[in-house]
């Protein structure tokens, strides 16, 4: 385990929170924008005279209140401070602002921290924080949405190749049979489900999350992958039934919990890998 100076920890803490707070606009425009997208794609394909629309993408506008549209001061876009000191609500309108906010920018800080010590301070840490952020994108927005954006998925894939090939050559061809076995096991599973119920169990966006995880960890991991991720889905999706009967009987996303499964995967592969091998033999 790396053990850095304080002021290292620091760094690394703050570096985390400020990407967790950028991490909060891509998780709440970019479905929008995806939204957008797709409308003006559709009225050119039906030939219909193209909508009137502000700019909207990850830089603008501003940041504002989502019901009042006041924009937000620099000193009320500090990382936790900001939501703490306003006790989270709007300055301005007062409305309650989600925990999605500081949640989100405290996970940033934690996986920063956690990447630094399991892996040091390194390029090959850089990339794995990378992943570790990408993959908490995708489960809050498939949370919420219930999307996993081709916007990300597909560049961490492309990301896991990339990565094997520069600091794990000799893990090349694991990872590109990772990317292809994780995406046509759940493929499979999503048509053999749909010729017994009728019914589709999982969306196309799964499929491309388990083959960038596949890229990134080997074909090896995707059997542990499937067992943690469904396991948690499992317990939760229990939870959820009995405790809030609103969620009775609607469908719930799996990608935040291949993204877990992922997380801990790239912190702790190895070990975790043993232990599941020691409890298999």
């Not at 991490?23 to 997208?37: A, F, G, K, Q, W």
């Not at 937000?72 to 990382?79: E, M, R, T, Y």
């Not at 840490?125 to 952020?133: E, G, K, M, T, V």
């Not at 010729?195 to 059997?223: H, N, Q, R, V, Y």
Request: include cysteine; hydrophobic fraction near 55%.
């Amino acid at each position: 385990m790396y053990h850095p100076s304080l002021i290292v920890w620091l760094l690394t803490l703050m570096v985390g929170l400020c990407l967790g707070s950028f991490l909060n606009v891509v998780i709440t425009r970019l479905p929008v924008i995806l939204m957008r997208h797709w409308r003006s794609e559709a009225r050119a394909a039906l030939e219909l005279e193209e909508e009137q629309s502000t700019r909207f993408n990850l830089a603008t506008p501003g940041s504002m209140c989502p019901r009042c549209e006041t924009p937000i001061a620099w000193h009320d876009n500090l990382p936790i401070i900001s939501w703490i000191k306003r006790r989270g609500r709007c300055a301005e309108c007062k409305i309650g602002i989600s925990l999605q906010y500081p949640l989100v920018e405290i996970a940033g800080g934690l996986l920063a921290i956690a990447v630094l010590s399991l892996h040091g301070l390194n390029a090959q840490s850089a990339f794995i924080y990378a992943a570790c952020l990408m993959l908490l994108a995708l489960a809050v927005i498939d949370f919420r949405t219930q999307l996993l954006p081709d916007v990300i998925t597909i560049p961490l894939l492309w990301a896991g190749l990339l990565f094997q090939l520069i600091f794990q050559p000799f893990m090349l061809s694991n990872a590109i049979i990772g990317a292809m076995a994780g995406y046509l096991i759940l493929w499979s599973f999503y048509w053999l489900f749909k010729l017994i119920t009728g019914k589709e169990g999982m969306g196309f966006g799964d499929f491309k999350l388990l083959a960038a995880l596949g890229a990134w960890l080997g074909w090896s991991f995707l059997p542990l992958l499937l067992i943690l991720s469904a396991g948690l889905g499992a317990v939760v999706g229990l939870i959820a039934q009995a405790c809030l009967p609103h969620l009775r009987g609607k469908p719930l996303p799996f990608g935040p919990f291949l993204a877990l499964a992922g997380w801990v995967a790239l912190l702790v592969g190895d070990e975790l890998m043993s232990l599941y091998v020691s409890m298999i033999i």
